[in-house]
């Protein structure tokens, strides 16, 4: 059964740009609809969710920074319409697993860094997107100094 319906996650970094043509390519084999997605992780949780003070002008300004960079970073994608690119609020694997169950995406595609000792113990957004995944998980392999 070909694929219907990708969904391409992505930390915006120009590192991630293999994992979009990866499954643009893959997309365009299946004939599917290939959506993105940036999870902005919100400050609180980085600093331990418990902050005692007003972060939300902060976050504001992160949510803006973040559409700027994802317009700037999906530029070179016209197969992307905006209705196809995702900004969502929160931890990673909880939001890209709502994502793929609300939208019906059958592939998520993400990069990994083919971590291994200390850094693979502290684990990784591919492999913590793999666990419990309602989906096949693709993870394009990065170089190391891509
Ligand atoms: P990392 O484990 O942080 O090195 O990230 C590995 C891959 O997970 C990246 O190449 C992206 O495909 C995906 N990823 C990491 N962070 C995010 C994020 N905030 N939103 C969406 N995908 C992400």
Redesign the pocket.
Known sequence: MPYQHILI???LTD??HP?VQRALAVAASSGARASL???I?PMAMAFGGDVPMDLSLLQQQQFDQARERLESFTAQYPQLSSDQRHLVYGQ?RQE?HRLVSEQGCDLIV????GRHGLALLLG???ND?LHGAPCDVLAVR?KKHA
């Open positions: 996650a992505v930390d590192e991630c994992v997605v940036h999870i992780e990673p890209i993400v990069g990994s860094h990784s957004t591919a997107v990065l």
